[in-house]
């Protein structure tokens, strides 16, 4: 999919991904938070985005033993992707981008917004 300028949306993400550190960092925790929130379809998008973005398909599908056809079917929104796989893919883009993940949960409404606007912790590079 392209934009007016017709240029592709992956490579509008990959190259503000290649100059924004906390936009990169960002990329992998906000497709997890849609997986986790039951939007499957858009957290596949995002991951696709952020696997193009960052490790690249071809790197990606050596560390895993697949194609990088594979991993592409593997996050399309209509693919069913077990979940072994989706953690396989998340570990080597954690690993690739030294991002330490921490998962926050909340019992009501107004403890998630405020979680939601704490300092992220998964932008937190790993040693």
Known sequence: MANKLGIPIDDIFRER??????????????????????DVRVG?????????????YEKLGELMGKTPDDIKRMCHPD??????DLFDIIKHIR?????????????????????????????????
């Open 17 to 38: 991904a290649q100059w924004d550190p906390v936009y990169r960092a960002m990329m992998l925790p906000s497709a997890i938070d849609l997986l986790l929130s039951d």
């Open 44 to 56: 596949k998008i995002a991951l696709h985005s952020c696997i193009y973005s960052t490790i690249g």
């Open 79 to 84: 693919h069913d992707t077990s979940v072994n």
């Open 95 to 127: 690993q690739h981008e030294g991002i330490r993940l921490e998962v926050k949960g909340c019992s009501s409404e107004q403890d998630c917004e405020s979680v939601a606007h704490d300092e992220p912790a998964e932008t937190v590079a790993a040693t």
